[in-house]
Protein backbone atom coordinates (compact mmCIF):
# COMPACT_ATOMS: atom_id res chain seq x y z
CA UNK A 1 0.00 0.00 0.00
CA UNK A 2 1.30 3.52 -0.84
CA UNK A 3 1.04 6.15 2.21
CA UNK A 4 -1.98 7.50 0.14
CA UNK A 5 -3.81 3.90 0.16
CA UNK A 6 -2.78 3.52 4.16
CA UNK A 7 -4.74 7.30 4.83
CA UNK A 8 -7.35 6.04 3.17
CA UNK A 9 -7.72 2.91 4.66
CA UNK A 10 -7.30 4.43 7.83
CA UNK A 11 -10.30 6.96 7.74
CA UNK A 12 -12.48 4.16 5.99
CA UNK A 13 -11.78 2.09 9.18
CA UNK A 14 -12.01 4.65 12.55
CA UNK A 15 -12.00 2.74 15.06
CA UNK A 16 -8.37 2.21 16.82
CA UNK A 17 -6.49 -0.46 19.11
CA UNK A 18 -4.19 2.17 20.51
CA UNK A 19 -1.38 0.14 22.36
CA UNK A 20 0.34 2.55 25.57
CA UNK A 21 2.55 2.22 28.50
CA UNK A 22 2.26 2.20 32.27
CA UNK A 23 5.62 1.51 33.40
CA UNK A 24 6.70 -2.13 32.29
CA UNK A 25 2.59 -2.87 31.67
CA UNK A 26 1.10 -2.89 28.25
CA UNK A 27 -2.26 -0.65 27.89
CA UNK A 28 -4.37 -1.36 25.09
CA UNK A 29 -7.82 0.20 24.32
CA UNK A 30 -10.23 1.12 21.57
CA UNK A 31 -10.59 4.92 20.28
CA UNK A 32 -12.01 6.30 17.26
CA UNK A 33 -10.45 8.27 14.64
CA UNK A 34 -11.06 11.97 14.04
CA UNK A 35 -9.05 12.08 10.79
CA UNK A 36 -6.41 10.84 9.50
CA UNK A 37 -4.28 13.14 7.24
CA UNK A 38 -1.14 14.69 5.91
CA UNK A 39 -0.54 16.28 9.34
CA UNK A 40 -0.77 13.35 11.10
CA UNK A 41 -3.55 10.66 12.67
CA UNK A 42 -5.79 12.63 15.06
CA UNK A 43 -8.35 11.63 17.76
CA UNK A 44 -8.98 12.40 21.40
CA UNK A 45 -9.85 11.84 24.75
CA UNK A 46 -9.85 13.32 28.28
CA UNK A 47 -7.34 14.49 30.55
CA UNK A 48 -8.87 12.37 33.18
CA UNK A 49 -8.31 9.55 31.66
CA UNK A 50 -5.42 6.90 32.20
CA UNK A 51 -4.16 6.75 28.56
CA UNK A 52 -3.60 10.64 28.75
CA UNK A 53 -1.12 10.21 31.83
CA UNK A 54 0.80 7.22 30.01
CA UNK A 55 0.81 9.33 27.07
CA UNK A 56 2.57 12.39 28.88
CA UNK A 57 5.29 9.56 30.91
CA UNK A 58 6.06 7.98 27.45
CA UNK A 59 4.56 9.39 24.33
CA UNK A 60 5.43 6.03 22.12
CA UNK A 61 2.55 4.47 21.11
CA UNK A 62 1.26 1.84 18.46
CA UNK A 63 -2.17 2.25 16.88
CA UNK A 64 -3.96 -1.10 14.90
CA UNK A 65 -6.72 -0.36 12.66
CA UNK A 66 -8.32 -3.16 10.84
CA UNK A 67 -10.98 -4.43 7.95
CA UNK A 68 -12.43 -7.62 9.12
CA UNK A 69 -14.07 -8.34 5.67
CA UNK A 70 -11.33 -7.77 3.89
CA UNK A 71 -8.70 -9.71 6.31
CA UNK A 72 -6.32 -6.21 5.95
CA UNK A 73 -4.48 -5.01 9.21
CA UNK A 74 -2.62 -1.84 9.47
CA UNK A 75 -0.06 -0.80 12.46
CA UNK A 76 1.17 2.58 12.63
CA UNK A 77 4.08 3.07 15.36
CA UNK A 78 5.63 6.26 16.31
CA UNK A 79 5.33 9.21 19.11
CA UNK A 80 1.86 11.10 20.05
CA UNK A 81 1.77 14.33 20.63
CA UNK A 82 -0.58 16.16 22.95
CA UNK A 83 -2.29 19.21 20.17
CA UNK A 84 -3.36 22.49 22.43
CA UNK A 85 -5.18 23.74 19.87
CA UNK A 86 -8.81 25.08 21.05
CA UNK A 87 -9.95 25.55 17.74
CA UNK A 88 -8.98 22.21 16.52
CA UNK A 89 -11.22 20.84 19.82
CA UNK A 90 -14.09 23.26 18.47
CA UNK A 91 -14.15 21.67 14.79
CA UNK A 92 -14.34 18.20 16.28
CA UNK A 93 -16.77 19.08 18.92
CA UNK A 94 -18.91 20.30 16.02
CA UNK A 95 -18.33 17.38 13.82
CA UNK A 96 -21.65 15.50 13.13
CA UNK A 97 -19.74 12.07 14.16
CA UNK A 98 -19.04 13.55 17.90
CA UNK A 99 -22.78 14.39 18.73
CA UNK A 100 -21.65 11.58 21.87
CA UNK A 101 -19.47 15.16 23.30
CA UNK A 102 -22.12 17.48 23.78
CA UNK A 103 -23.38 16.55 27.01
CA UNK A 104 -20.26 16.07 28.50
CA UNK A 105 -18.97 19.94 27.61
CA UNK A 106 -22.79 20.97 27.87
CA UNK A 107 -23.00 19.34 31.42
CA UNK A 108 -20.26 21.08 32.71
CA UNK A 109 -19.42 18.30 35.16
CA UNK A 110 -15.98 17.49 33.96
CA UNK A 111 -14.97 21.60 34.49
CA UNK A 112 -13.42 23.39 31.64
CA UNK A 113 -13.62 21.78 28.47
CA UNK A 114 -10.65 23.25 26.65
CA UNK A 115 -8.79 21.33 29.63
CA UNK A 116 -10.69 18.39 30.36
CA UNK A 117 -10.78 17.43 26.51
CA UNK A 118 -7.18 16.64 24.72
CA UNK A 119 -6.08 15.92 21.23
CA UNK A 120 -3.56 13.40 20.06
CA UNK A 121 -1.75 13.43 16.79
CA UNK A 122 1.01 10.56 15.83
CA UNK A 123 2.28 12.73 13.25
CA UNK A 124 5.27 11.15 10.97
CA UNK A 125 4.68 7.42 12.19
CA UNK A 126 5.98 4.14 10.48
CA UNK A 127 2.98 1.88 8.85
CA UNK A 128 2.98 -2.02 8.31
CA UNK A 129 0.36 -3.52 6.44
CA UNK A 130 -0.62 -7.30 7.54
CA UNK A 131 -2.83 -9.98 5.39
CA UNK A 132 -2.97 -13.99 5.79
CA UNK A 133 -1.09 -14.25 2.41
CA UNK A 134 1.60 -11.45 3.85
CA UNK A 135 1.93 -13.14 7.40
CA UNK A 136 5.05 -14.71 6.99
CA UNK A 137 7.25 -12.17 4.99
CA UNK A 138 8.90 -9.73 6.71
CA UNK A 139 7.28 -6.31 7.56
CA UNK A 140 8.14 -3.29 4.24
CA UNK A 141 7.35 -0.18 6.02
CA UNK A 142 5.67 2.94 4.89
CA UNK A 143 6.52 6.63 5.99
CA UNK A 144 3.56 8.67 7.24
Wanted: net charge negative; glycine share 8%; hydrophobic share 35%.
Amino acid sequence: MTREEILEFINNNPVIFLATAEGDQPRVRGMLLYKADESGIVFHSGTMKDVYRQVVNNPKAELCFNDFKRGIQVRVTGELEIVDDNDLKDEIYEHPTRQFLRGWRESGTLGDFYQSFVVFRLKGGRAATWTMATNFTPKEYIQL
